[in-house]
């Protein structure tokens, strides 16, 4: 008994002396949701030196985000007024992946953000202004204003940012674990990514997965997503 005691005092221990991040990458944020956590089938134990590889990786990310970040604001600001339309789409297109890169970044971002936002502006009032006179064409540049808008928002919560990384670290076969262990707000913002054949699945692989692993109930948040879950369906 006093074993035991002891080694929960050391992974206690470890843990403060590594500290947590109050605003974590997505390295970081993934560590932390499979330690302990039986729905995960590579359940992890806290170890030091795995958390901070996980951070140092978190760093090296937003080294290299703050390089593309430059990059492309010297692309904007070397831009020509009678820029060809494709070097122009394409600087929309880098400064949307840049901003989706921005959301799962360790540290605030916010006014990284600002500035992408600020330039994507810019962007996409010459896009308009070449643009002028084609209702259509203006139609849909509206459309997809909002649309961008409505994207922005979602990657606010970091589970829709982790989600979207083209460089994921949730796998597919963690994609049910990882959502059964996120509160619920984050999940009903992110089951907005999946249409409702992918939610019938996930909602069914997620009742096998608690009542395997969980069968006395005694993980309430899980099952409190599961609910949501189905209840999402219903909406439908």
């Known amino acids: ?7 929960s005092y050391l992974v206690q221990f470890y843990i403060m002396a590594a500290s947590f991040s109050d605003l974590p990458g997505r390295h970081e944020r993934h560590y932390r949701r499979c330690i302990d956590n039986p729905l995960f089938s590579l359940m992890i134990k806290f170890h030091d030196d795995d958390f901070f590889e996980a951070q140092r990786l978190d760093h090296e990310e937003i080294l290299s985000f703050i390089e593309k970040f430059r990059s492309t604001m010297q692309q904007a600001i070397d831009l020509k007024p009678s820029e060809e339309s494709e070097v122009i789409l394409k600087l929309k297109e880098d400064l949307e992946r840049l901003y989706e890169i921005s959301a799962g970044l360790a540290d605030d971002q916010k006014q990284n953000q600002f500035a992408i ?5 810019i962007v996409m009032g010459t896009i308009i202004t070449n643009s002028s006179g084609d209702p259509l064409a203006e139609e849909e540049l509206q459309m997809e204003a909002e649309a961008r808008s409505m994207h922005f928002k979602m990657l606010e919560v970091p589970l829709v940012a982790d989600l979207l990384h083209p460089l994921s670290l949730i796998d597919s076969d963690e994609l049910v674990a990882t959502l059964l262990s996120e509160p619920l707000d984050s999940l009903e913002v992110a089951l907005q990514l999946f249409d409702l054949e992918q939610k019938e699945q996930i909602s069914a692989q997620a009742q ?10 005694k993980r309430k948040d899980a099952w409190a997503n599961l609910q949501l879950l189905k209840n999402s369906l219903e909406e439908n």
């Open 1 to 7: 008994m006093l074993a035991f005691y002891f080694r």
């Open 117 to 121: 936002k600020q330039l994507l502006g």
């Open 208 to 217: 096998a997965l608690l009542d395997s692993v969980d069968p006395n109930k």
